[in-house]
Nanobody, 129 residues
Framework: QVQLEESGGGLVQAGGSLRLSCAAS??????????LGWFRQAPGKEREFVAA????????DYADDVKGRFTISRDDPKNTMYLQMNSLKPEDTAVYYC????????????????????WGQGTQVTVSS
């Protein structure tokens, strides 16, 4: 079992930056073998894919509306994943969740939330205009 905990959310003005962190605890050997993802959920909307990174960091994927602005990375010795968010927009306002893939050593990261089995509690990001 892997436990995930997000941090780094907050209130920022449009055009600003935030860096989210996702720290793993528990069975961290599993953390290092799976892809990791960030998803977000705005009020009244479904949870949507934001970014993902595969188990060895060699493959990443982004939602179209965050490409060029967000960067996902992982630091396995620290059991931590990050999401650097630049040029934030009010439409980025949401609760951001990190998640771990259910399948070890998947070559390419998945954008489907159904492929992720461990989830954090979420961190609120609010971007003011």
């Amino acid at each position: 079992q892997v436990q995930l905990e997000e941090s780094g959310g907050g209130l920022v003005q449009a055009g600003g930056s935030l860096r989210l962190s996702c720290a793993a605890s528990g069975r961290t050997s599993s953390f290092r073998a799976v892809a990791l993802g960030w998803f977000r959920q705005a009020p009244g909307k479904e949870r949507e894919f934001v970014a993902a990174i595969n188990w060895n960091g060699g493959n990443t994927d982004y939602a179209d509306d965050v490409k060029g602005r967000f960067t996902i990375s992982r630091d396995d010795p620290k059991n931590t994943m990050y999401l650097q968010m630049n040029s934030l927009k009010p439409e980025d306002t949401a609760v951001y969740y990190c998640a771990a893939d259910r399948t070890a050593f998947r070559p390419r990261c998945s954008t489907s939330r159904n492929d992720y089995t461990f989830w954090g509690q979420g961190t609120q990001v609010t971007v003011s205009s």
